[in-house]
């Protein structure tokens, strides 16, 4: 690995963060170490800044790992930047949704700060390897049922066009009806998109959830029009949906 390699590590236990920073920087790295996505935001932005590839913990305090891999996979300046995500989680679900959300690689805690020392190796062969115009872009808006959302901004326009400020969880959960519509899914399948956040979320009923995205909505919880329930299966996105 060259000394100019610059890691960006994302990580709220300073624990962690400051043992990761030292042991990368021992091994011919440039580190850089914030405790949330805020200041992986800044950081980006600094004048001058060169990220060869971001740790990106899952658990983190107000956006968490997830949402911030989704919005910088769909950032035309930051896509083709690498990320390898953290999570103190170890199903096998957790790692399938990290790259569904534009993860290149996953590694749980606790880990060997050389095995992510390694991990870091091979993801940024694999980077440098492929052209970054083979690098796919994904939608940046949605739109359905005269609805949109603006996935950068994570910002839902009503057919009224009134801004409406969705959660972290509730964007994702729509992203996942929204990138299949017209098919089912079961509540272990919307229950994947939560993985990352508090157990406290997992405790709670998924009709819940649903039933809050659908007041986001304004669809009727009585008679839905767009998330239709699907008795004895899951829920529906019912609509036609454009991407651009």
């Known amino acids: 690995m060259s000394e100019l390699d610059h890691v960006l590590i994302v990580e709220d236990d300073e624990e962690t963060r400051e043992l ?21 935001w800044r950081t980006l932005g ?26 910088l996979s769909l950032d035309p300046v930051y896509q083709d930047v690498p990320v390898i995500m953290l999570t103190a989680r170890r199903s096998e679900t957790d790692r399938i949704i990290g790259l569904e959300m534009g993860a290149d690689d996953y590694l749980p805690k606790p880990f060997n700060p050389r095995e992510l020392l390694a991990r870091i190796h091979s993801v940024l062969r694999r980077s440098r390897a492929m052209p970054r115009t083979e690098t796919p872009r994904e939608p940046e808006t949605y739109r359905f049922g ?7 901004a994570q910002r839902l326009i009503s057919p009224d066009e009134v801004d409406i400020t969705l959660t972290s969880g509730e964007f994702i959960m729509l992203l996942a009806f929204l990138n299949h519509p017209n098919e089912v899914l079961d509540r272990d399948q919307i229950m994947e998109v939560y993985h990352g956040r508090e157990s406290s979320i997992f405790e ?5 959830q649903v039933g809050r995205l659908r007041r986001r909505l304004r669809d009727d919880p009585k008679k839905p029009k767009l998330i239709k329930t699907v008795w004895g299966k899951g829920y529906i996105l019912a609509s036609e949906v454009e991407m651009s």
């Open 204 to 208: 709670r009923s998924i009709d819940v």
């Open 20 to 40: 990761l920073q030292a042991y990368l920087d021992e091994n011919g790295c440039t580190v850089q170490a914030v405790e949330d996505g805020d200041g992986m």
């Open 146 to 152: 005269g609805w949109v959302l603006d996935v950068k």
């Open 46 to 71: 600094e004048d001058g800044c060169r990220v060869d590839i971001i740790i990106l913990d899952i658990m983190l305090p107000g956006e968490d790992g997830l949402s911030l891999c989704k919005r």
